[in-house]
């Protein structure tokens, strides 16, 4: 079997993850390239599967560059929401921390929701945040990511398998 010309590449919204080890287990063990973004400086472990990327600190600087890179067969791990519609626009998968993929289904009503407590919390009606991140939410999203991987590297054999011509 051939390497895909552009390997799958995992980029995490590093600046709030709390899944940052795990991600850099399940990579290793896939093989994949990782692109660990920030606002600032941020410590990775030396390997030369992972990027360290200190994108600035303006209002989304990080989004943004994840936005312009992330593509097809790439997968981003994310809780900021407009970022992930926007990756999943360019065709990347997206999984949250607590390991939810974020689908075609379900961004436009998670969109929704997320405005709505937004302008809830600022006219003080809500003031509690998310729930508190639990073990089950880390066993969940290894299970995602696992997944998320391996159905990529399935369709990619599958078009590779369809065209004979790039092996």
Same mark, same amino acid.
């Given at each position: 079997?051939?390497?895909?010309?552009?390997?799958?590449?995992?980029?995490?919204?590093?600046? *709030?993850?709390?899944? @940052?080890?795990?991600?850099?287990?399940?990579?290793?063990?896939?093989?994949?390239?990782?692109s660990v973004v920030a606002g600032q400086f941020i410590r990775v472990p030396?390997?030369?599967?992972?990027?360290?990327?200190?994108?600035?600190?303006?209002?989304?600087?990080?989004?943004?560059?994840?936005?312009?890179?992330?593509?097809?067969?790439? %997968?981003?791990?994310?809780?900021?929401?407009?970022?992930?519609?926007?990756?999943? @626009?360019?065709?990347?998968?997206?999984?949250?921390?607590?390991?939810?993929?974020?689908?075609?289904?379900? %961004?436009?009503?998670?969109?929704?929701?997320?405005?709505?407590?937004?302008?809830?919390?600022?006219?003080?009606?809500?003031?509690?945040?998310? @729930?508190?991140?639990?073990?089950?939410?880390?066993?969940?999203?290894?299970?995602?990511?696992?997944?998320?991987?391996?159905?990529?590297?399935?369709?990619? *054999?599958?078009?590779?398998? *369809?065209?004979?011509?790039?092996?």
């Amino acid at each position: 079997m051939t390497t895909p010309q552009n390997p799958t590449r995992i980029y995490v919204d590093a600046d *709030a993850c709390p899944v @940052k080890e795990e991600i850099y287990r399940v990579a290793a063990r896939h093989r994949l390239p990782i692109s660990v973004v920030a606002g600032q400086f941020i410590r990775v472990p030396q390997d030369p599967l992972i990027e360290r990327i200190a994108a600035g600190s303006g209002m989304d600087a990080a989004d943004d560059w994840i936005a312009e890179r992330a593509g097809q067969g790439d %997968i981003v791990i994310t809780s900021d929401i407009p970022l992930a519609s926007r990756c999943m @626009k360019a065709g990347a998968e997206v999984i949250a921390p607590n390991g939810k993929p974020f689908t075609e289904q379900s %961004i436009g009503m998670t969109l929704a929701v997320r405005n709505l407590m937004t302008d809830l919390r600022s006219s003080g009606e809500v003031t509690g945040g998310p @729930k508190s991140f639990a073990p089950r939410d880390r066993s969940a999203f290894l299970s995602a990511l696992d997944q998320a991987i391996r159905r990529i590297q399935r369709r990619r *054999a599958a078009q590779s398998a *369809a065209r004979p011509e790039l092996n």
